[in-house]
């Protein structure tokens, strides 16, 4: 027996690990996904900001220089994540500007320099203005994340938002 499991706890683990195997669940990356298409559908040239999860908790303004915002955040997204979906994702959208703020889950990824430059290749057919921004821990303080030591605090990250609407701003022209 397995770290003094009974027999009956194994089967029912064993039982919960098939489910599993069968993707009896929503995926995550997929419920996100069709959130994000929903979100960006019938929108005029909106800023999209596809990140990981800290910019799926994010509380971005609802428009920024005249243009809606749509988190495109996925919670676990990676940069070979949105190479796949991100193009998919935007293909009908015709954004205004696309900020791409991942890194936090890439992890030691040895390509994921090569990932994020095809990434940005692919998301620059798609808007004219591209932005990258990382979201690995090592860019906040310790101070700057709550207790789970991943995810920003309320203040901070209202601080890490203001750092992605400046550059679009630029990016956009400046506001009327």
């Given at each position: 027996?397995?770290?003094?499991?009974?027999?009956?706890?194994?089967q029912?683990?064993?039982?919960?690990?098939?489910?599993?195997?069968r993707?009896?669940?929503?995926?995550?990356?997929?419920?996100?996904?069709?959130?994000i298409?929903?979100?960006?559908?019938?929108?005029?040239?909106?800023?999209?900001?596809?990140?990981?999860?800290?910019?799926?908790?994010?509380?971005?303004?609802?428009?920024?220089?005249?243009?809606?915002?749509?988190?495109?955040?996925?919670g676990g997204?990676?940069?070979?994540?949105?190479?796949?979906?991100?193009?998919?994702?935007?293909?009908?959208?015709?954004?205004?500007?696309?900020?791409?703020?991942?890194?936090?889950?890439?992890?030691?990824?040895?390509?994921?320099?090569?990932?994020?430059?095809?990434?940005?290749?692919?998301?620059?057919?798609?808007?004219?203005?591209?932005?990258?921004?990382?979201?690995?821990?090592?860019?906040?303080?310790?101070?700057?994340?709550?207790?789970?030591?991943?995810?920003?605090?309320?203040?901070?990250?209202?601080?890490?938002?203001?750092?992605?609407?400046?550059?679009?701003?630029?990016?956009?022209?400046?506001?009327?």
């Amino acid at each position: 027996m397995a770290f003094g499991a009974s027999f009956s706890e194994l089967q029912r683990m064993r039982a919960r690990f098939g489910e599993v195997t069968r993707h009896q669940f929503q995926d995550h990356q997929d419920v996100r996904k069709t959130i994000i298409r929903s979100s960006l559908d019938g929108l005029d040239r909106p800023i999209v900001v596809l990140g990981d999860s800290l910019i799926e908790m994010a509380d971005f303004p609802k428009a920024l220089c005249g243009k809606p915002v749509v988190s495109g955040g996925i919670g676990g997204a990676t940069t070979s994540d949105f190479l796949r979906v991100g193009p998919e994702i935007l293909a009908s959208s015709k954004p205004a500007a696309v900020v791409v703020a991942l890194g936090a889950n890439d992890g030691n990824d040895p390509l994921q320099k090569q990932r994020t430059s095809d990434l940005l290749r692919e998301i620059g057919k798609l808007s004219p203005v591209v932005i990258t921004m990382s979201t690995k821990r090592e860019e906040f303080n310790r101070s700057d994340l709550g207790k789970d030591g991943v995810h920003l605090t309320r203040s901070a990250s209202a601080a890490f938002v203001s750092r992605i609407t400046a550059p679009v701003e630029r990016g956009l022209g400046g506001c009327d």
